[in-house]
T-cell receptor, first 115, second 111 residues
Framework: EAEVAQSPRYKITEKSQAVAFWCDPI?????LYWYRQILGQGPELLVQ????????DSQLPKDRFSAERLKGVDSTLKIQPAELGDSAMYLC?????????????FGPGTRLTVL | QQQVKQSPQSLIVQKGGISIINCAYE??????FPWYQQFPGKGPALLIA?????SEKKEGRFTISFNKSAKQFSLHIMDSQPGDSATYFC??????????FGTGTRLLVSP
């Protein structure tokens, strides 16, 4: 069964450092999502791509976060500089299309700890 | 208005019992209500979903009950098993808009 791949699985960094997360969606999925999940809360959408275009980044802290999906396949989420409050699980998900009934398949996530 | 309120925060059920998790929403434009199951160290996985044109949907031991007038929906897990121990999230969305997740319910099914 195809899965969404993410790396690294765990990342520990110091405040003010730069970090990057990578996501490889299920083959053929045009829509890719990055979520942030704070411990004890539900996932919150940071950015949504349709192919290589951003369709929703309203909750992305653009002063320090950036995301790209250059060829419309895999994607990278970057934080520079990292802050203590960025400690969370970063989840990538993909779906065949952007329709809300298209199932979103989540990867295992990257757990970020900022010291 | 975009919030989805979920309760309880945690739940302990004996093996064989019924687990019930409730969610409430305000945005009447929501037209898709999925439930996700998340095991430790894993991403959420879609468990079951419902559209507001039906009041109930059942898949195996999992049932969604939907009350459009009360703007509430709930997940019922019949014959709960230890393997069902996980965190459950309700969510809602409309059209091509983003999924809004509840805060999660940590379910523990005791043997």
């Amino acid at each position: 069964e195809a899965e969404v791949a993410q790396s690294p699985r765990y990342k520990i960094t110091e405040k003010s450092q730069a970090v990057a997360f990578w996501c490889d969606p299920i083959s053929g999925h045009a829509t890719l999502y990055w979520y942030r999940q704070i411990l004890g809360q539900g996932p919150e959408l940071l950015v949504q791509f349709q192919d290589e275009s951003v369709v929703d980044d309203s909750q992305l802290p653009k002063d320090r976060f950036s995301a790209e999906r250059l060829k419309g396949v895999d994607s990278t989420l970057k934080i520079q500089p990292a802050e203590l409050g960025d400690s969370a699980m970063y989840l990538c998900a993909s779906s065949y299309s952007a329709g809300n009934t298209d199932t979103q398949y989540f990867g295992p996530g990257t757990r970020l700890t900022v010291l | 208005q975009q919030q989805v309120k979920q309760s309880p925060q945690s739940l302990i059920v004996q093996k064989g019992g019924i687990s019930i998790i409730n969610c409430a929403y305000e945005n009447t434009a929501f037209d898709y209500f999925p439930w996700y199951q998340q095991f430790p160290g894993k991403g959420p996985a879609l468990l079951i979903a419902i559209r507001p044109d039906v009041s109930e949907k059942k898949e195996g031991r999992f049932t969604i009950s939907f009350n459009k007038s009360a703007k509430q929906f709930s997940l019922h897990i019949m014959d709960s098993q230890p393997g069902d121990s996980a965190t459950y999230f309700c969510a809602a969305s409309t059209g091509f808009q983003k999924l809004v997740f509840g805060t999660g319910t940590r379910l523990l099914v005791s043997p």
